[in-house]
């Protein structure tokens, strides 16, 4: 898609072309080009804006990734402050195994949407997901410990 169809299609608020080129140029949506020579830009059809404030670290990055998701944002690893791989083996894998996030690949890029779980979740504040979230993690450590002890 081209530049005014992922804005008026995709993101919730307008978006300079300098500003998508720019998230283009730090790949934060995997796929996308722009042109140099005819300024067009040429967009994947499921991509979505990044989530740019992300600050999570640790525990919270789990419902960070949610809630960026529930806003039809892209979480970025970078804005962790952790590798694509820790992003993806660690983080994205847990909340698939969990339904709490459904991942597809089309083009080679990975892909993110909520699942019937997650969007239990919809419209709460983004801390009180990241609360919610921690607190389903706990209860599956502690419960994987006690399987381990029988």
């Given at each position: 898609m081209d530049y005014y169809e992922f804005i008026h299609t995709k993101c919730?608020?307008?978006h300079t072309?300098?500003?998508v080129k720019d998230w283009i140029d730090k790949r934060y949506i995997p796929g996308a080009s722009y042109n140099e020579s005819t300024?067009?830009?040429n967009i994947p059809e499921h991509a979505l804006p990044p989530y740019t404030?992300?600050?999570?670290r640790g525990d919270?990055?789990?419902?960070?990734?949610?809630?960026?998701?529930?806003?039809n944002k892209r979480p970025i690893p970078e804005k962790y402050g952790i590798s694509d791989n820790e992003?993806?083996?660690v983080y994205v894998d847990y909340?698939?195994?969990?339904n709490l996030l459904a991942t597809f690949v089309e083009d080679g890029v990975t892909y993110f949407r909520s699942t019937p779980e997650s969007k239990k979740?919809?419209?709460f504040a983004r801390v009180k997901i990241q609360k919610i979230v921690w607190g389903l993690v706990q209860t599956a450590i502690a419960l994987a410990q006690l399987a381990v002890q029988h």
């Open positions: 919730k608020e307008e072309k300098a500003t300024g067009e830009f404030q992300a600050k999570a919270k990055i789990y419902g960070s990734i949610i809630y960026a998701v529930l806003n992003f993806y083996s909340l698939v195994k969990r979740f919809e419209g």
